[in-house]
């Protein structure tokens, strides 16, 4: 019995109930058809207990559920019970950041728009270590370099054989807030620039002058996952990451992030406008 289940195991469980409930089954008659008790069926979908591929298959047929992409993967879900570096710091950091890591990693795709922060992946060690001096209540000495060391690991998707896609909205305003002075806010636009030549990462800028736009003033950190039901957004709060994966908010946030990145400008013109700003510091 897992005494605390990461946030993989707890999305995973959750969308077992979700099939369940539209089954229009209780715990109970899940059980019965399965084979055991309710309080096994009520710890799968709480991520407490693992469940496997076999097993998920039948219940699957039993809740009459024909999404094959979907099953399929869970089953991948499941069937993975490797331990990703993350779990080095499970007694050192926040839990959140450690279901972070987790969603990047098994990411198929990641969208990121930001206002007034750098993407956390695209930071420097310089940046980061001024954003998270600023943290309140202010964090003991040891912990910032803890989570510098944890933001700096986590750079490893940029880079892996089969990184995933990513795509970028940065404000201009996050572009000119010089954390820790002008000499590591150029490195950081100079370090910005480097990751968007890589085929895999655009990076578009929203300058001031395209006004108001729908999600202005919105951190959203969007992860697609194998399959659209799959897909977690994460909104960075001041008390750590705050993930959300229900429909309604899927589609919510799938909309402002469209409408973010029409308004952004392209590619190159976006290198040409951080070049501008990293030479004007």
Not at 63 to 92: Q, S, V
Not at 186 to 193: C, D, F, I, T, V
């Amino acid at each position: 019995m897992r005494t605390n289940p990461t946030g993989r195991q707890l999305r995973f469980g959750s969308e077992l109930r979700k099939l369940r409930e539209l089954a229009d089954l209780t715990a109970t008659q899940a059980g019965r058809l399965l084979g055991v008790q309710q309080n096994q069926i009520s710890n799968m979908e709480a991520g407490r207990v693992g469940v496997s591929p076999e097993r998920l298959r039948a219940l699957a047929s039993h809740y009459g559920c024909g999404d094959e992409e979907l099953i399929a993967a869970l089953c991948e879900m499941t069937a993975d019970r490797r331990r990703g570096w993350w779990e080095e710091y499970r007694e050192i950091l926040p839990a959140p950041l450690l279901d972070l890591a987790e969603v990047e990693h098994h990411a198929q795709r990641l969208r990121t728009a930001v206002t007034v922060h750098i993407p956390g992946l695209f930071q420097t060690v310089e940046h980061a270590r001024e954003v998270f001096r600023q943290d309140v209540p202010a964090l003991p000495h040891p912990d910032v370099e803890h989570r510098i060391s944890f933001r700096m690991k986590r750079q490893a998707v940029l880079y892996r054989e089969h990184p995933a896609r990513q795509q970028a909205v940065i404000h201009e305003a996050a572009l000119r807030m010089q954390f820790g002075g002008p000499k590591v806010a150029r490195r950081q636009l100079e370090s910005l620039l480097a990751l968007s030549e890589l085929q895999h990462i655009s990076v578009h800028v929203i300058p001031f002058a395209a006004g108001s736009f729908a999600g202005s003033g919105q951190s959203i950190y969007y992860s697609h996952g194998a399959v659209p039901q799959l897909d977690t957004i994460n909104l960075d709060q001041s008390h750590g990451p705050v993930f959300l994966d229900t429909e309604p908010q899927l589609d919510k946030y799938r909309v402002l992030l469209s409408r973010m990145e029409t308004i952004a400008l392209g590619r190159e013109d976006s290198r040409n406008f951080i070049h501008d700003i990293a030479l004007s510091l």
